[in-house]
């Protein structure tokens, strides 16, 4: 089974990345965007006995550095 | 005097550092190969070079913390054995857990490689006590990934138990607090951001990090 896994920054964390993205977009013209975040997609194709327990293990000891990001999980 | 370098895939510093640990102690270190499950006997000072390990898969420095070795680098740490983490090895040091806080992104975006002026922020401790107190020294950078993070609370704590080693005298990477350096709460464990062993010759331009060797590995010998 498929599992997707989004890594994102924190709120209030600085996200150089996604400022110089959200420049981008304005250089090419488009205009109504008032923030980019930038963050991670991993997808994981895992056995169907593998629990939320042991996912959101992964996700906390290795997937995201929760000193920065939080991480979300969604099965397919 | 024992020392090691822990080499990872992708490791580019480790040889500098072999250098300057040999310049102090006149003994070359033991590398040790990040698959390895355990240190030398004897191992009394460990180093975690600069380098792009694992190709900076994922995030900077977080296969590295994950792999074999670090499982005994963190034992040794806990018995007090001194670590220094350069660069990458700063970086490895955070995933692991071993120090606090997180390095991001440069705030510019750009990889910065030069030399830039430092404040010794803190002379007391085993890597820092060959300098005074708010002593500016001259050391080189070169990173991608320098930006140190921490929330307001770990920056409060760690600023108050005078844990903040080294600071930037002028804007490098958009760090929390300009902070370069970074010690554990036992003071045994500093990663940062600078490269020491790349300031230990005059050939270098510049001397300003062989102090921290002679200091680290002198209070040993």
């Known amino acids: 089974m498929k599992v997707q896994v989004y890594v994102t920054l924190k709120p209030g964390v600085l996200d150089p990345q996604g400022k110089a993205i959200h420049h981008a977009l304005e250089g090419l013209g488009f205009s109504g965007v008032s923030d980019v975040r930038a963050g991670r997609f991993i997808e994981l194709d895992v056995a169907d006995d593998v629990s939320d327990a042991d996912l959101d293990a992964m996700c906390a000891k290795l997937l995201a550095n929760t000193v920065i990001e939080n991480y979300r999980i969604e099965r397919a | ?221």
């Open chain 2, 1 to 221: 005097m024992k020392t090691a370098v822990i080499v990872f895939p992708g490791s580019n510093c480790d040889r500098d550092m072999a250098v300057a640990l040999e310049r102090v102690t006149g003994r070359a270190p033991a590398m040790v190969w990040h698959r390895d499950t355990a240190l030398p006997n004897g191992t009394d000072f460990i180093a975690l070079p600069g380098g792009f390990s694992y190709g900076d898969y994922l995030r900077s420095g977080a296969m590295a913390a994950r792999s074999p070795i670090l499982r005994s680098v963190a034992d040794a740490a806990a018995r007090g054995v001194p670590v220094l983490g350069v660069c990458n090895g700063f970086q490895v040091l955070t995933e692991a857990g071993l120090l606090p806080g997180a390095l991001m992104r440069n705030a510019g975006l750009n990889f910065v490689c030069r030399t830039v002026p430092l404040t010794v922020e803190n002379s007391q401790s085993l890597f820092t006590a060959g300098y005074s107190a708010g002593e500016a020294i001259d050391i080189p950078v070169a990173h991608h990934d320098g930006n140190y993070f921490a929330d307001a609370e770990t920056l409060e704590r760690i600023e108050g138990e005078g844990r903040v080693a080294f600071r930037y005298a002028a804007p490098v990477n958009g760090s929390a607090r300009a902070i370069a350096g970074v010690l554990n709460d036992e003071g045994n464990v500093l990663g940062m951001m600078p490269h020491p062993e790349r300031a230990i010759d005059a050939a270098h331009g510049g001397t300003d990090g062989l102090r921290l060797f002679e200091a680290a590995l002198g209070v040993l010998v």
